[in-house]
């Protein structure tokens, strides 16, 4: 009745407006939109997915071509019910969630949800954008088209594949390992990486080596300049040529002995290129270099500043730029920075990376003109921090290169007593033009070169032989681990940052004052297991090869259940073999030295998914724990408000770490810093 009378209405009433209904993920977002927007629309949010498989079981029918079966969670019952009423009375449903395969997926079960599927075509339209502006809504509008199945499909393999694996492979290492452990098919793979270079450190054996410089000043110049030793008699020296102190202060004695003399100058141009606008890889390894955000944080903060219309779609392995956007930077470089700073034509971008299938834009301000001195986002620091990185980086890429001159001098040494020659190279560099530096300054120190002719004597003022020792690879920091997976093609850009919470938050790493990743007891035990028994769900070869295959199925090239199917039999079969074969991890009864302080009995050493704790030999009658204190929590003291418990390293229900008393909840102390540090900030523990 409803339709009919809405075809009566547009045939018969020309002052009629169509009841549009714009459904997207966040409210945010629908208030951005809602502004340009006029009369007939109403802009709601779904909050989210409104559909998931249920966290009870499987709720994968593996007998019947792996068809998933989802439900409508409670949380979000409320807001079906009242979007279906907002739906029944709209004569158009748009479904605008975000362009990825995610967002796809979403404005998919909207259909279901919501039974739009038995509506005409005409009546549910499908618009995706790039950038909340007003010119990218208009232009979506014009544009609707039907819901990519493909790119549905796509999502769905991936989910249907992780639950299998996380499904089936949990109770493997209850069984086997630990209770309440889990497993996933991309965090084993990063858990990996993590542990793999863990070992390489334990395996690293340090070698020493020595390196000799000398410190020159012309005569009549205040300009010294360090010249390191290359070569003795013309061969060019190895690392380890000087391997101990008593080759190097031989050396030393030679060169404190010998004449020196300018032998070569060479002065050549060098030219910088900016780097390409930001990717969703780049931007959180940046984030976490420049600005100390986890990739998690970095991601919400842009999230939050693409619904607001700020910047373009934050999850993109694309570096192509609008010409809008183009056009925009040159007009604000060349009113701000004057002629010398724009270039002649836009600078394009190469997307390198091989994962690029959702290619768009790369992430950039969506209005080049508001420059970060003009941001204004509810006084938000974090936000004006991370939206000026973006601004700055797009600026850089569109302005010319930066111009340098490099003085490269060589300088030979004579020792005629010791028969021996010696050849010494000092360079420095300085700025002819900074180019994109203007805006985006990159590291490193201009050295001035003094004045000098070939065939010049020099003097030595001092010699400098300095001792090195080879040195492990470093651990993975976060914007390591997110280069590696997206080198590897582990992952999508949607991925990196749940990853690498996941594998905190489940305490299979943690992070060192460095802020990198060390795996913990739990995780090399679970990494020891996966890595015997299920090689290839930790191996980075076939983990990327199913990102391939997932891609396929988005580019509709296969079918998801064949994908799935592939994968399924032989893991189903080793799975089974494997929990009949394979001995659990037996760990022998570990007696402490101390006594529990309720009852007076012995206290044991035992082990939980957080990690070692000692438990009372008296349980259960009596069940007093107590943490063991790291070798960094011993040092840490005892508790500033009560004096009586111990400072411990704790994780709050996000996986975020910060500091506590022991005797909590009798004492409820707890500080995101750490003591020592002077901007201790009080935190609530219950977050």
Known sequence: MRQMHSAFSVLHAPHYTLMKLVIVESPTKAKTISKFLGKGYQVESSFGHIRDLPKSKLAIDIEHNFEPSYIIPVKAKKRVTQLKKDAAKADVVILASDEDREGEAIAYHLTEALKLKDRPASEVQRITFHEITQTAIEEALKHPRAINEALVHAQQARRVLDRLVGYKLSPFLWEKVMKRLSAGRVQSVALRLICDREEEIKKFIAEEYWTMSALFVKKGSEISMEANLVAVNEKTLGKFDIPTEAAAHILEDQLSTSIFSVAKIEARESKKNPLAPFTTSTLQQEGSKKLRFSAKQTMAIAQGLYEKGLITYMRTDSVNLSKESLDGAKKWILENLGEQYATDTPRAFKTKSKLAQEAHEAIRPTNPALSPELFAINDDPKAKKLYELIWRRFMASQLPQAVFKTTSIEIKGINAAAHKTFGLRASGTVTVFDGFQKIMPTSGEE?????????????????????????????????????????????????????????????????????????????????????????????????????????????????????????????????????????????????????????????????????????????????????????????????????????????SKRGRSFYGCSRYPDCDWASWKKPESKEEEEVETTE
């Open 447 to 651: 050295k001035i070169m003094p004045a000098l002719q070939e065939g010049e004597p020099m003097h030595a003022e001092k010699i400098m032989p300095i001792q090195h020792f080879t040195e492990p690879p470093a651990r993975y920091d976060e914007a390591g681990l997110i280069k590696v997976l997206e080198e590897h093609g582990i992952g999508r850009p949607s991925t990196y940052a749940p990853t690498i919470s996941t594998i905190q938050t489940r305490n299979y790493v943690e992070k060192t004052d460095q802020r990198r990743f060390k795996p913990t007891e739990i995780g090399e035990a679970v990494n020891t297991m996966l890595v015997a028994h299920f090689p290839q769900i930790v191996d980075v070869e076939f983990t990327a090869k199913m990102e391939d295959e997932f891609d396929e199925v988005a580019e509709g090239h296969k079918q998801w259940q064949e994908v799935i199917r592939a994968f399924y039999g032989p893991f189903e079969k080793n799975l089974e073999q494997k929990m009949k074969e394979v001995p659990k991890i037996e760990r022998a009864l570990e007696v402490s030295d101390e006594l529990c302080a309720l009852c007076g009995k012995q206290m044991l050493i035992k082990y939980s998914r957080f990690g070692k704790f000692l438990a009372c030999s008296g349980f259960p009658e009596c069940r007093n724990t107590k943490k063991i204190l790291t070798e960094e929590e011993k040092a840490l003291g005892k508790c500033p408000k009560c004096n009586q418990g111990d400072i411990v390293k704790k994780k």
